[in-house]
């Protein structure tokens, strides 16, 4: 192996550049040349590809998005596409790949692999829904720029003694939700992996009121319903002076945390190291705080499990 | 005047606590008792009236919201409302008053002032459409969080290259728009002030894209439309991948920054200089760097002009 | 049991409220009365000591220090100071404790539950040096405080092509610096858990900027030596434009980060868990993403081990 | 005038990117060529000069440091230096030039005007140092950086009881710690332009704590002395549980606050409607929110005078 290529795929997250960073600065460390591929599968099979330098990753560890840019390519899913981008790596003489991203991500990976050319997929987003990893690259960061929010709408709740709703990212995971309820002291957490009922919500929010509370912020998961759909159900319940809020897309986007940015080194890293054995097809993780990796095959066969303790916690701490 | 009592009132903002600080530490070093009044003009009605120390107000500088409560009370512009405030005045031997707040603030700190009762307003409010200010107490600070989000889904946007409308508070006014805009680098900006061809919009940021540009990012200010009714009218005319994000109450609440904790002490200090000097029915500005005193009356004659110089310089640097 | 206290001792670190509020929530919530103690063992032996309510610790997630205080006792290492805090706690009815700090405050812990009362240790200090624990509370928002003033002066070592020695916190370990340093893509990581050479470094700062890096940061742990001391062996081999910079006490306070405020809330509801088993004498950590305890007399056998993974990380990822 | 020049020189600031941004965008809106100059004066003799075009300054905006580099060049006082510079500016065709930075920026600019290139510079420094101007591009963001710190520092005096005294940087100039003293409610603030009397801020300090005051922070601008002299002098006076600290260099870096960015955006954009009608030899200004412009001339007989009211309501408000 002499050569390999770097790509994002699928929805950006904060920390990719730093996982990058990594992939390449450990690759060329190693002697290898790096390739950057831009626009993720697309630019794969179009051939928007380039020789990196040192430099080209310099001051992108605290960046946000990703620089390689990234689309959607469903295309990637069938073999005529799958051969356009191998053509392009014959092309560059690239080896081996790493793949920055979430589901589509993998699926690409795994399909280079069984034709040849060795590829590594990194859990790329703030959804933190992947399997066999603790956490995401971007999931710290999201985390952080939600909670940041809550604290500000607190303020105002507290001023006003509102409800707000506030829904947060996640698709069809609540860690989002979960973690920023726990971190901003929600009165409540509403996510797809328990059920809720939101006439107890209605109840609990008065009754916290009556004893002194000021404010009553529900943390939603987007996976659930949307933030206006929820306050409609909940104003059936009782006379609440309540706003809905959608977080959106700022969360998707911003400087990385620390955490995420030692997370995606690490991981970059370790994905150069399992591409110098000559390994493919695999996922790398961060399990227990030990970096690890899986087949990209058991990914498929395995869902991700959100830490509900955190639901059960904010129960008690909520009061 | 022996003693002077403070209340908040309408929409919080960041920096209300600051000012509230500043008016108590600056009333105390004059001699003065100090009475904080919860929950505005309602609370000055009930009654919920304390006396503070000097460590009522220690560290509340840097604290968002306000931690004398706000609420809308209606009631305060019918003669009852003002005379049952009158009466608790008198129980508590309170001489003038500090109202912090936007219009209707004002209105009852003039209606206080007619009845004997000396009362100076300071402007507190994000939406910086206050006449006879260039800033109002909150918009400093409203500005740093929109301007944080739009780099923030700048990031996102560059990933994708996607088009966001972004929706910013304002009321009325756009000169959180106007401000977050520039800051922001936005590609276009849409104000009440100013008429807008979406035709226009459409056809500059195609350009952009086809120079090269990364993200196409519109700066909403709520007074024109919701982000979600803009996005349909510009879907009409060009086929874009864009999404559109409402900041929401976030924009309200946070740490104040350190312009609007100097504007607030500032402003706080100056307000008991007027009671000092047997003054009322006045409200404090912050014109060209000085600080400054009107007639109520004469706001109610004046508008608030947002700095369209803004608008015109977006335009030239946008391309 | 039905009395429990709280204190906080030792150094303050952000997210030691957070502990207290779980703590305080998690107890009522199983149907305790709940005492906070202030000026951690200096104010238990004074009788500084006061029930709490719900309220008390609203709106304490995200405030950094320690609303209880702390103090340094060296007396409570001494038999008569531990049994006036034990009259004490006879005084208030008190049965058992939750004690948040450092080292000193397993010793306090432990000699308490010696003497009958049931004390549990929670790890509450920046530096990420107590035994049986990853992660300290406080360490998350440490990091994140150095990385931000990392990132930023980064920004003038770039513009200027300056070598920037820069000091953080940790006392004897490592972690602080090793985390911060890899997060901001430190040219150079200086721990007192390896041995360095500053003639290597002198020569890989000028290697770097030959190779057009713009900028040498050299992250320097406290345990090691001052920053100016190493300046000064570093301009013996090297004719640096250079400057050294210690980060300070500002490391110490600040808004937890969401992490730190998670760890705290489920380290101080599990603490609680503890005391309901009748345990004491005993520790919490997160070990491997699972919260656990050790006996403090464990601890003081065992010594902290800081993540070396990340010394090697950074070497090649530097160049 | 068909080709303009840009350069940065002395320290960098934060918004110089987007002062730089400004120039470029409005010059090539007026149908100008732009050159960006690398490493201030040393490079514009070194011919160290590229033509930008509207994606070299896309999203720069809000990156700190300069990315034009800076760097010390006394030589450019000299004839020679300055011919050899304008040989450079004939070589590549430019005609005028903006440039940003300090004093030296100033007097290189009114060289290169009278030897008939026109030059404009704007005031890019942290220090806010320049007469005719209120606010200096940096200014706000250092303002920003500092009183972030001195929140954090509050955080840990308080949890201790303990004195800091916090060295803010500004040179010769005390706007930094006048105006973070205020916004971070300091007990004292210690500035150049004021005498000083250490005995009574140390009795102030002893009346604070018995008067239950929390903490005892003193905020020294570094042009009266170092933080650990200026603690040694306090110590004298009492017996305090006292820490120095000295914010140093990151108050240079960071992202610029939307007050710099759009401070710089309209510096930027009226310094090449200046150039535009053949004006040279002139600094911009932001006087009473009105930009200005002034001979070079006239800024070398003024001095720059601090907002010492900030001295005497911060004697005020922190008692």
Chains 1, 2, 3, 4 share one sequence.
Not at 98 to 115: C, K, N, P, Q
Not at 299 to 317: I, T, V
Request: aromatic share 8%.
């Amino acid at each position: 192996m002499k050569r390999i290529g770097i790509l994002t795929s699928g929805g950006d997250a904060p920390g990719m550049n730093a996982a990058v960073r990594s992939v390449a600065r450990k690759a060329m460390d190693a002697g290898l040349e790096v390739f950057g591929i831009n626009y993720g599968f697309a630019g794969l099979v179009a051939g928007d590809i380039f020789q990196m330098t040192s430099e080209t990753v310099a001051d992108r560890i605290n960046t946000g998005g990703t620089f390689l840019y990234s689309a959607r390519y469903p295309e990637f899913a069938q073999v005529e596409g799958q051969l356009k981008g191998i053509e392009q790596l014959k092309k560059f003489g690239i080896d081996a790949l790493v793949v920055i991203g979430g589901d589509g991500s993998y699926h690409g990976a795994l399909r280079l692999t069984e034709h040849g050319y060795n590829a590594v997929g990194l859990p790329g987003t703030i959804d933190n829904d992947i399997p066999y990893t603790d956490f995401t690259i971007g999931f710290d960061t999201a985390l952080t720029t939600a909670v940041d929010a809550l604290d500000k709408i607190r303020d105002t709740a507290s001023s006003h003694q509102r409800v707000f709703v506030v829904e947060v990212m996640g698709r069809d995971a609540g860690d989002l939700a979960l973690w920023s309820g726990v971190a901003a002291g929600a009165e409540a957490i509403v996510v797809p992996e328990k059920d809720y009922d939101i006439k107890q919500i209605a109840e609990d929010l008065k009754k916290g009121f009556e004893n002194g509370k000021k404010h009553g912020i529900i943390v939603l998961a987007e996976g659930v319903m949307s933030s206006e759909d929820f306050l409609a159900e909940l104003k059936k319940h009782g006379d609440f002076d309540a706003r809905a809020n959608t977080l959106g897309h700022m969360q998707r986007g911003g400087v990385p945390t620390a955490r995420d940015r030692v997370l995606a080194s690490k991981m970059g890293a370790y994905a150069v190291d399992l591409l110098l054995e000559g390994q493919g097809g695999l996922a790398v993780g961060m399990e227990n705080n030990q970096i690890t990796h899986h087949s990209i095959l058991d990914l498929f066969d395995e869902k991700h499990h959100a830490d509900l303790s955190l639901y059960d916690l904010n129960k008690s701490l909520a009061k």
